[in-house]
């Protein structure tokens, strides 16, 4: 008998409070706070990078010379508040729910860029791992979380993500939360000085093939 394919729980969605003057993303899920983090959380985000230069490196595009500094992501965060607050993307952090967001550790990331309204009504999504928390759903639980908050509050209509192919975890990531492949894009990112071909892959809004 085929077992029934199960999803992750849903995330519940709450105003985060660290900044009571602004609206904060903030995701639940039974392990994990999904959220936006703010400037001074700059140290955080780097000791997440610095231990994870050998593992998110070979995945990433080529990063500015003073990515690994306070400076660089206390920057980078306040253009990231901005970003969200113009409606372009929204970038989070994963943080285990075993201590208060204010100050866990960061263990993951999950974004949406290049927000697209009007007649397209997409976005791009993206993520990384700490390579000490592989293995254990972690990743899935957070992208099905941002999954739901765009199809739903954003009310967004698609998804997109891309890996490279030899990206097999990504892969399984994607397809465990419903993402399609599309196709390939050749040589479409410049990652360590090669450009490296891409997996396109997308997810439409529930119910989406029924309208």
Not at 44 to 53: E, I, S, W
Not at 79 to 96: H, I, M, S, T, V
Not at 114 to 139: K, N, S, T
Request: hydrophobic fraction near 40%.
């Amino acid at each position: 008998m085929k077992r029934a394919r199960t999803s992750p729980p849903r995330a519940s969605v709450a105003p985060f409070p660290m900044r009571p003057e602004s609206s904060q993303v903030l995701l639940t899920t039974p392990r994990l706070y999904v959220t936006q983090l703010p400037p001074d959380a700059a140290a955080r985000v780097l000791t997440y990078h610095t231990a994870n230069r050998d593992h998110l490196g070979p995945v990433s595009p080529t990063r500015p010379d003073n990515f690994f500094t306070v400076t660089w992501w206390r920057s980078r965060l306040a253009q990231d508040a901005e970003d969200w607050r113009r409606g372009l993307a929204l970038r989070l952090f994963l943080l285990p729910r075993e201590s208060p967001p204010s100050f866990g550790p960061v263990i993951g990331s999950v974004s949406l860029s290049d927000i697209r309204r009007g007649a397209l009504q997409c976005g791009e999504l993206g993520f990384g791992l700490d390579a000490r928390h592989q293995g254990l759903g972690l990743m899935s639980e957070a992208v099905h979380a941002l999954c739901d908050y765009a199809f739903g509050p954003l009310g967004l209509h698609r998804l997109q993500a891309n890996h490279l192919p030899d990206n097999h975890r990504s892969a399984a990531v994607l397809h465990r939360v419903g993402f399609s492949v599309e196709g390939l894009a050749r040589q479409s990112v410049l990652i360590d000085g090669r450009w490296r071909d891409h997996v396109l892959t997308a997810r439409l809004a529930p119910g989406a093939l029924e309208r």
